[in-house]
Structure formats: C-alpha cells, structure tokens
C-alpha cells in the first residue's frame, strides 16, 4: 500500500517570522572551514589542508531557543501545575507516546476572524459537516487564518483560538492531543487583552490552555500545511523531543495519508 506524507512542521530559522521578538530563534551556522578547531580536538595538529579533500571538518550549527519555538507539543505542565483536578501534570517526556501517533481530524476555522474564541457548538457543527463521530484518541487538527500567514510580521495576532468549552468537548471525548497552525491553542493575545479590558475578566487568558487543569491534554502549535489535509482518514505522527521536565519539546509533525 502506498503512503503519502505531509510535512506539517514550519521552518526552524531565523528570517521568517513566527515569534514575537523576545522570544525568537538564533541559529549561527558553522562552514566546514569553521570547525577545524574542533577537529583539532579530536586530532592534535592536523589542519584543514591535511583533511581528505581539503574542505576543513564539518558544518554544524549553534542553536539559541526555547522549547516553544518552531512547530512543538505542549504538555500539560505548560498549561498549569496540576491536571486532572489535582495530579501533578506531566511534562514533555512523561506525555505517552500512544497519544502522539493516531488518527488524525481537520477542523477548518479558517472562515473565523481574527481573535475569534471557537465554542462548543462550533466543533459539534464542523464535526458533523464533515461527516465524522470522534474517537478517544483522534488527534484534532485545527486549521486557522494563521496557517496561510507564516512570515507576516502580524502572524502572532493572525487567526482564531479554541475556548475553554471548545477544548473540553474534545478532551470529554477523549481526545489528548490538539493542534493549530496559529501562534497558540487560545486566540491571540491582543484581541484577549481588549476583552479583559473591557470585562475585567481575567479568565479569558488562556482559557483554553487551561482546560488542562481539568483534563490534562497536549496540543501542537505552529503547525503549517493544514490546508493539504482532508477532513479525517490520515494519521498524525509527533513524537516530541525528550527533554527532561520541559513544558514542550519540538516535534517534526507529519501526517500519513494511505493511499
């Protein structure tokens, strides 16, 4: 059987914009020239010159970032200290690898504007307009406005976000791991901001990161290429790196589509 993959992953770079600016990666890359130094370390006195084909030692990379950039899995310590009413949450490399390898479904918000707060009522319409009952498990895949905007210098405010109610009537299905193409699981943060202003209400940040504390979850952010998925009938593979005790680990997201 033939197998088609879709890469869902965004780049991991410096020019493209995907970060707000305190938070944005720092990659310095190294020429084969650049690392005889290194080379020196491991063979005392040889030069570039002497190497096989006179290139120097090897390319290589200086990364600076955080565990939040680029497309990466959240755990449910991230969102709060406990979950599940009152269990420690699990960092990244406690999140079970069963979770991060299922069936995959699309939701397309993509018609939602900007800092629009997905509801309840809106999952339950989308699910039956594509025709699929979720399963315990399903990864539920989130397409927003941001997916086509990656590089915008706007992009963190680009898109809809998942409210405390949307989140849980995917996690009371069983449901573990969500994902967006948008900057983050909740709307952005600048149109929140104007809401808590308006109300006071300081429980709209983050209301969806914080359905966690009632069921622990992860969710996926950054993610790209929604829009080549169909609604259901792929798998989804994100096993994220193994950090000990982080809140999120990068993952390279890939869907598998059988053919």
Known sequence: ???????????????????????RPKITYQQHADTVAELGHFFPGVTAEDTIDGAGFAAAEWVT??????????????????????ERAITIDEVPLEWCFCPGVKLDFRHFPDGYVVTAADVEAELARI?????????????????GAVGNPDFVNIGCGMGYEATMYLLERGVRVTGTDAWSWDAPFSHTAKKVAETGDTSLIWEGHKAGRDIGYCHLEKLHNLEALPPHGFTVSCFPHKIRGASAGWTRAVAIIED
């Open 131 to 147: 025709g699929h009952d979720l399963q315990p498990l399903d990864i539920v895949l989130v397409n927003t406005a941001a997916g």
């Open 1 to 23: 059987m033939a197998r088609t993959f879709v890469d869902l992953s965004i780049y991991l770079e410096n020019d493209v914009i995907t970060d707000p600016p305190f938070m």
């Open 65 to 86: 970032l955080t565990t939040h950039n680029g497309t990466h899995l959240d755990a449910p310590w991230h969102f709060h200290p406990t979950m599940n009413g009152g």
